[in-house]
């Protein structure tokens, strides 16, 4: 009888989703502040971040750890929420799946004691029957929708009161609540929150002016929330990490560690992208050389070159025209020199472009250093755009260029 072909070896990095186990590392002081708020009633935190640092995964780790000490945490994702029963909803289910795995005898006497409207459906995940308010809510006024969300974190303290027990609540993208509730909404949860004395509260998210503006005085969340900054991972322990993996996939290393986040950094989960690409293109050959940084890059931007492509094409010249001038490298962005290479008018059109792509989180900025918020992107205007302006780089020029540090002057 023919054997089936072996199973093909497991990449040591994973993206996408929530990592967990081995695929998660570091974070040690996060997890420790974070789980020691999950686990004090009445406590408040606010953890803020840049996207792609690993935020989900690092709340999804702190729960998990805040289970394993019998604790009860949870996280709601508030994420494409556009009513407030949408939020109630997403609380409502997070809750009943953490209570339910915990205290199944209590599930029924939580969804009793919530004295709202809800209809059951089966998790496939769990098997537990899990609650959504009804349909209706979604277009019952604000008044009634508010008094819906009230309800139910409020019958989650009096539930943790009951039990005698620590319940921590994750609200993660938490500056939902203002996009479309307003500061009448920040005010409303302000409320709910102050009253609460056997629940936790951490919020998350990622869009940072807006949180900023949430937390700032005069507003609902004004020193409500202890702050708890989410930034990159030390690019040391990181390296010695990718290095680790790769060697314990059978991949020697050769250090490549190092070059990984110096080239995809500071962002973890970019690093973490190229070092999955570079234990693919090493694998088959079993070991780190001197292309495999190429050709992971290459690898990467076949996956994603359609949808940079259709990005690019939205822009205005204007914009494409300053992406040009960062993707090289350009340091002095506003002089002269730099208006006539990348044919650019004056420059107030360079700032006013400037701004527009750090709105929509193409460029960020540090001081007065202006760069790629993704590094693969800037790789691809790299390829395909520089060549208009006389510039020709190789997949390797390209690579060195990422791997060199930000100009300092701009």
Do not use: C
């Not at 609540?169 to 938490?174: G, H, K, R, S, T």
């Amino acid at each position: 009888m023919k054997r089936p072909p072996p199973m093909p070896p497991v990449n040591p990095f994973r993206i996408g989703g929530v990592v967990s186990d081995a695929f998660f590392t570091n974070r040690a002081d996060e997890l420790r502040r974070l789980e020691k708020a999950l686990l004090s009633p009445g406590d408040k935190l606010l953890l803020f971040g840049p996207r792609r640092m690993g935020k989900s995964s690092t709340l999804d780790r702190a729960i998990a750890n805040v289970t394993a000490r019998k604790g009860v945490a949870f996280r709601a994702d508030l994420s494409g929420a556009t009513t407030v029963t949408d939020i109630a909803n997403r609380i409502l289910q997070a809750a009943s799946r953490a209570i339910g795995r915990r205290w199944q005898d209590v599930l029924g006497t939580f969804l009793k004691a919530l004295t709202l409207k809800v209809s059951l459906s089966l998790d496939p995940v769990t098997g537990l029957a899990l609650p959504s308010l009804s349909v209706e809510g979604r277009t019952d006024t604000l008044e009634d929708q508010r008094a819906s969300l009230a309800r139910v974190l409020d019958t989650i303290d009096r539930v943790a009161q009951q039990r005698k027990a620590r319940v921590g609540i994750v609200l993660d993208e938490f500056q939902t609540i203002a996009r479309f509730g307003g500061e009448g909404a920040e005010w409303h949860l302000r409320g709910i929150i102050e009253r609460h004395q056997h629940v936790a509260y951490v919020g998350a998210g990622s869009e940072l002016s807006l949180l900023a503006a949430m937390q700032g005085e005069g507003r609902a969340f004004y020193k409500l929330f202890r702050p708890l900054h989410l930034g990159p991972i030390d690019p040391e322990h990181l390296a010695r990490w990718i290095d680790d993996r790769l060697s314990a996939a059978g991949v020697p290393s050769g250090g490549i560690g190092a070059r990984v986040v110096a080239m995809a950094g500071p962002r973890t989960r970019d690093i973490v992208e190229l070092a999955r690409s570079v234990y693919d293109v090493a694998a088959p050959v079993g070991a780190v050389t001197d292309t495999t940084l190429d050709d992971a890059l290459r690898e990467l931007l076949g996956t994603y070159g359609e949808s940079f492509r259709r990005q690019w094409d939205d822009l205005p010249p204007s914009q494409q025209n300053v992406l040009r001038a960062v993707a090289v490298g350009e340091s002095k962005l506003y002089s002269r020199p730099s208006l006539l290479r990348f044919g650019l008018r004056s420059s107030a059109e360079v700032a006013q472009a400037v701004e527009w792509l750090e709105k929509r989180e193409i460029l960020t900025r540090s001081g007065k250093v202006v760069s790629f918020d993704n590094p693969l992107l800037q790789a691809w205007v790299a390829e395909h755009a520089l060549p208009d302006v006389g510039i020709i780089d190789s997949t390797h020029d390209i690579v060195q260029r990422l791997q060199a540090p930000p100009p300092k002057d701009q």
